[in-house]
């Protein structure tokens, strides 16, 4: 929606997530040199990591995948690899193909970042005009003004409009990922309090972003280990996805999770 011409009237239609089969016949068509042995060994290799292959059911996710895949190296280390071939593209369009290069994309890049932890601090996906624009206004300097930033975010594709006047960012996981970068930014001290909420929603996935992105998150993962875990093993599951993930931690603090599962 962010490439159409304001008032542009026609039929808009929501792609969803691909199942197995449909996913196996995506990486077909973009890459039709490949055998049904390499196709079916490349989707085995993604299922082995649950929320990378949850992230390349969305179609964009899986053509940036095969886009930057020559066929014979290893996969992406993480989901936060992918996301930022991803954003590469939000943030520096002009590198990739013909278009107009935005204002300030260090800027627009620390902006969308704090937007995305303003929410989720309020528990909202969307955001009203007047709160992205101040937002924006925080960020804004001599390269580029709060209204720049604002229209390069709707431009790239970072946000889309919704109903109401209200804003929002396509994919919530990246949301919760440019979320996950502020924190880790601006508030790094914080992590660990933060870690004991991280079952709760809308903070799971950002805190799980923020704990796999860490040089080593022995310390924060030993201390969750220290507390009661609830009946359903919470707190375990969520460190056993960011190891599954490439977070960085002793090989105790490993084997403890893998004990509790």
Known sequence: PAVLPAGF????????????????AF?????????????????ARIDAHPDMAALT?????????????????????????????YLNTLFRPEEHKDTVRAVD????????????????ERGEIGAG?????KVMASYAGPKASA?????????????RRQGG???AFPFPIIQEYLAACHLLAVHKSEIA??????????WAHAIQFALEQLPDATSIATDLLAKPDDAFASTARLLGRCIANGMGCAPEVAAEVGRRL
């Open 57 to 85: 059911r969305i179609p964009l996710f899986l053509s940036l995948l095969l886009a930057t895949w020559d066929g014979s190296s290893g996969l992406p280390s993480g989901r936060a690899e992918l996301i930022e071939a």
């Open 193 to 202: 309090t933060r870690a004991e909420r991280a079952v709760e929603r809308p």
């Open 105 to 120: 994309p260090e800027g627009l890049r620390a902006a969308s970042e704090a937007l995305s932890f303003h929410l989720l």
């Open 147 to 159: 209204d720049q930033l604002h229209d390069d975010a709707l431009r790239a594709g970072l946000l």
């Open 165 to 167: 006047g209200r804003l």
């Open 129 to 133: 005009e007047r709160d992205v624009r």
């Open 9 to 24: 009237d026609a039929p808009k239609y929501e792609i969803l997530p691909l199942d197995g089969a449909a996913m196996k």
């Open 27 to 43: 990486v077909a068509r973009w890459r039709p040199g490949l055998s049904q042995a390499k196709i079916e060994a490349l989707v």
